[in-house]
């Protein structure tokens, strides 16, 4: 149905362009722009589908040329049984076209599939990001391979066999699952962190799941009981029995005719399991009611569309923006597929803006890139990449909690592919807005960028040069001290914001920043910045994440603050910070030493005891005042912990158990 927006009731060029648009409508089958790759299963019985995408897919599924590549690609399947494989590299979507996961099917050996592009055990797949796969079902002989990182989800998929999201002996820094069903084991292996949501991985054994650090499960099935290292565990399993609200992302089917569809997913509340296992859970609009949107595309003819009331489909490419693209009606969806890249306007404005009153909106499958520079005047007091809502939000336009907005896999960076080391934003992404839910976020300041003709600056002055210290440095442009300057990831003042899976790293000021009541974060992944010093930042007291001391009720599950302090001295007093009020909880925080210097001297306030260096002698045992039972301290060499259930700051108890 075509959304109504709010000035549609004033006539004018608007008016006239809605007439002209009711008679015209847009075309459907859409006219795919080149970067759209679309099959069925006659293509796979004609020809070597197999060879053909690889071919096609040669250079993003190297590390060197891939990594900050120009090229976006998606690959659709229509309804129909294929006997491809298909590896995803950099910048690729793979999007059945069902309406139902087990519409496409995959049936040779591999399926779809990514392995690690680096060499084991580093990089491994450290460094594999910027991909997803969705909308299938895996019915290979081998189960299906998903060793990635961040910005890789898997989403609304059926795995016969077993998912691995691991190889051996590579390392790998993940990631997000949701909307998944999983007939064999899944197996975590050697991740360092992960997030599962609405998912049945029927894995009941920890053992067999595996993982490192930080294990999150929210409304999913199938899975082990949350452990405790007072229960002898070395991994912070979270185990949320219900998701307490969401929606599925936004998703694109073709019917027989040839013609597509726009799949809306409804809300869902205080749901567990994937939405597929049950029926009608979408709102289908014909294309006939979508714009969909090419690179090429002067800015303002997407807006128009926008102003119109049309959903969008951004198709793959680069974007280079000259205005935010404004959502000003309700229940309205910006969906991007490819890795469709906004680069945002040089005048410090955002690449996408939310009106406070345009309740539902969607906004999904975005890449968000900074462009900002001293050299072009900013017109805003603070530079971001994406706005929803407005400061001091009026009655009316802070959120319907029957409606809420939906941010679904949105990958921000700042620096990367830009050679000129002086683009940057003051925060990432702001949230205004009451009832928002994020569904997997991460917000990146480059700690590695593509190299140019400048030099690499080595803070340390070092006799041995900086590539024979660091690895990546003889790939990569290492960023230094004011580079690509940054202050904060996300800064929430919105009420009743929830977020599932959620990775800032490597801002130069508070990382996160939370200011409106009622707050939930079910997992929370953080690397300080490499670049800092003790004056700078340690000092400063800077954080990985900090909740305003006026906020009384916020809650954080599974979450870490890790340190690598790579050119100068830097101990930063707490990783997590906190008001000292019963209403504000924290399950399953923790610090982490990566490499570098120390450190981290606490967790979370002054609780926690330090991580400064793989060989930390520390060893502490006691006991620490749970929330639910009295915990024993343990000993670790590189990592602090506080685990409870949850931790009370300000009650008689803070709990559970903390680890050094």
Known sequence: MLMQPASFGFPGVLGLLLLLWRGLGEPNPPEWPETVYIYGPEDASERNLT????????????????????ERKALL???????????????????????????????????VFSPPMGESPDPGSLDNFWRSAENFHQASSEGMLWAVSQACPLRRVHVDRNLSLFAPKAWASGGFLADVQVDGYTRLGGQQQWIMRNA???????????GQWNIVLVGCTGTPPETLPSNGAHV?????????????????????????SLEIPIFRVLSVGPSFAEQEMTSSVPFSEVYLARSSDLTSLIQAKLDLGLHVVLSPGIYNLTAPLTLSTADQVLLGIGMATLVAPKDGRPCVYVKGSATGVRVA????????????LKVVPVSTLLQWGEPGAVSGDGGDPT???????????????????????????????????????????????????????????????MSGRVPKASEYYLTAAGDYPAKTGLEVFGDFVTIY??????????????????????????????????ETFGD????????????????????????YFRDFQCLVPSGFVAPSTDGVRFTNVFTRFLNGKPGIEHVLNDQGTPVLGFADPLRLLGVFRGADELGVLGNDQTDGWIWGGPCELGGDRVGGQRKV
Request: charge should be negative.
């Open 200 to 210: 049945n991985i029927s894995t009941p054994s920890a053992s067999i799941l595996g």
């Open 540 to 563: 400063k007291g800077y954080s990985g994440y900090r909740v305003s001391p006026t906020v009384q009720r916020h809650e954080a599950q599974g979450a870490g603050v890790y340190s």
């Open 403 to 465: 409606k809420p907005g939906v941010l679904s896999d949105i990958f921000a960076r700042v620096g990367g592919p830009d050679v000129d080391r002086s683009i940057g934003v003051d925060v990432v992404l702001r949230i205004y807005s009451n009832y928002v839910v994020g569904d997997n976020l991460w917000i990146w300041r480059a700690d590695h960028a593509f190299v140019g003709q400048d030099t690499q600056p080595d803070p340390q002055n070092s006799l041995l040069p």
């Open 77 to 111: 399947f229509k309804p129909g049984s294929y006997d491809v494989e298909v590896e995803v590299g950099y910048y690729v979507q793979v999007l059945g076209l069902g309406r139902h996961p087990k519409d496409v099917s995959f049936t040779s050996r591999r399926g």
């Open 501 to 534: 899976g959620l990775a800032v790293e490597h801002f130069i000021e508070d990382n996160t920043i939370w200011h409106g009541e009622a707050g939930r974060v079910y997992f929370y992944q953080n690397e300080l910045p490499y670049d800092v010093d003790q």
């Open 236 to 260: 912070a399993l979270t185990n949320v029995a219900l998701t307490p609200t969401v929606a599925e992302k936004p998703f694109i089917s073709v019917d027989s005719a040839g013609l597509f």
């Open 51 to 70: 060879a053909e995408i690889a071919e096609l897919l040669r250079e993003l599924n190297n590390v060197s040329t891939g990594h900050y590549s120009s």
């Open 365 to 376: 499958g975005l890449m968000l890139q900074a462009a900002a520079s001293p050299s072009v």
